[in-house]
């Protein structure tokens, strides 16, 4: 039966209507194939597994009491003796030196004011004198800055000129007490007792692990690191002042201070330095108690030799190595590769696990950063960028308009 009118323009309609769709579809089919962005290629991680270092060994004195700690490691490496406090002797003139100096700030290249000595001054003197301490000559009117009144107690651990410094910044010596405690318990030393200004009153006293922490205060002080690192010093009027602490210049040390009292033995607040691989650490320990100068020094000299012994310095990465990958779906590979090489040292058997983070990638160029790995080691904490290996480039033409479910991320 033949069409009617109607039939035959509605089917040509359809003919004319359909085909230009089918040629506005491909004219948008084609642009939009060829100028998508492709889909993401997500990263397939291998994340590096790093070995524990083996465990330090260390073996401290038995009498007394001693603590060893490095600068920029949390808590104490090792621990010995008595956690109780017992007398510091003159290592109590470094709570003296921090609290005046928290009070009456010096620098390197400004020694502080001018101090005039009075008749009190050698009274001081004559007073230490007959309790059989440690003192170093004085006169009325003498003058001396405060950089020098510290130089003289510090490195002659003269206890008249720790009473004299201590009176001149406060007033009295109960207005330095009341300083003293107050800078302790800000500080959360509360492990340290001060009763006098030199420490020849046994009563002055502190814990192993608190006195650690008083060291490592004073290191931060640029003027007392350098006062305790002196081995002898011109100051006018008295001389040359030899340091009591004959182990400065041994064994990397460097400070702090010496004492010793008849009623309880030798002790020594030490800092030293060593070498582990490339970095530099600084030690700083105590020794306290011990029957004489002698013995503790070749007890702290094992002590340095346990520290360096127990530090590791630990391979993580080498630049290059491949921590993820990409496989793209045109079949493209690239790598993401450390962008150097790193290392971490560690203190005896401490873990360390790695953190492998990497971007999703569409097209990228050799070099650019895609993600980091993370090392951890106790409290330390070593980032390395991750770059890629190689340009991921686009497909071309022919595979894009074969493959519009990747395109369009339908797959």
Same mark, same amino acid.
């Given at each position: ?29 084609? +642009? !939009? ?17 790093? =070995?524990? +270092? ?39 003139? !470094? ?18 004011? *001018?101090? /005039? ?35 003289? !107690? ?27 405690? @107050? ?22 006293? $502190? ?14 002080? +640029? ?15 008295? @001389? ?5 602490? @004959? !182990? ?16 309880? @033995? ?35 000299? *094992? ?32 790598? =993401? ?12 058997? /401490? ?26 080691? $106790? ?24 493959? +519009? ?7």
């Amino acid at each position: 039966m033949p069409l009617t009118r109607s039939q035959i323009y509605r089917r040509r309609r359809i003919v004319v209507f359909g085909g230009l769709f089918a040629v506005l579809a491909g004219i948008a089919y084609l +642009p !939009m194939t060829l100028l998508a962005p492709v889909v993401v290629t997500d990263a397939e991680i291998s994340a590096p597994s790093i =070995a524990t +270092p083996a465990a330090a060994e260390t073996s401290l004195p038995a009498y007394g009491a001693s603590a060893i700690a490095a600068v920029g490691y949390d808590g104490l490496l090792a621990q010995a003796g008595t956690t109780e406090q017992v007398p510091m002797a003159s290592i109590t003139k !470094m709570v003296t030196a921090l609290t005046v100096l928290d009070a009456h700030p010096i620098t390197l290249d400004d020694p502080g004011p *001018s101090i /005039t000595m009075t008749s009190a001054d050698v009274g001081y003197r004559r007073d230490y004198l007959a309790q059989n301490g440690s003192v170093a000559p004085v006169s009325a009117g003498w003058v001396f800055t405060e950089r020098e009144l510290l130089d003289i !107690m510090l490195i002659d651990s003269a206890n008249n000129y720790a009473k004299t410094v201590a009176t001149w910044a406060f007033g009295s010596v109960d207005a330095y007490l009341t300083a003293a405690r @107050g800078w302790l318990d800000a500080h959360g030393l509360g492990g340290i007792t001060v009763v006098d200004t030199s420490g020849l009153d046994p009563r002055s006293t $502190g814990t192993a692990s608190d006195l650690v922490a008083l060291g490592k205060l004073a290191l931060e002080n +640029p003027v007392l690191a350098e006062i305790v690192d002196t081995k002898t010093i011109d100051i006018h009027d008295i @001389g040359t002042v030899v340091n009591t602490n @004959g !182990m400065i210049g041994h064994d990397g040390i460097d400070g702090i201070k010496t004492g010793t009292l008849d009623s309880f @033995g030798a002790n020594l607040l030490f800092s030293s330095d060593i070498e582990v691989g490339s970095e530099s650490i600084e030690l700083v320990g105590v020794v306290l108690g011990g029957p004489d100068h002698p013995t503790i020094d070749a007890a702290i000299r *094992s002590m340095i030799a346990q520290a360096e012994a127990g530090f590791h310095e630990v391979p993580l990465v080498t630049a290059g190595d491949a921590l993820a990958s990409y496989t793209t779906p045109w079949d493209e590979e690239a790598d =993401a590769v450390a962008g150097e090489s790193a290392s971490v040292v560690v203190w005896g058997a /401490t873990p360390i696990t790695a953190t492998v983070s990497a971007d999703g990638i569409r097209l990228a160029a050799a070099g650019e950063q895609v993600g980091s790995v993370v090392f951890t080691a $106790g409290d330390r904490t070593v980032t390395v960028p991750l770059q890629l290996s190689t340009d991921v480039e686009d497909p071309g033409p022919w595979w894009r308009l074969g493959h +519009p479910e990747l395109i369009f991320g339908m797959d």
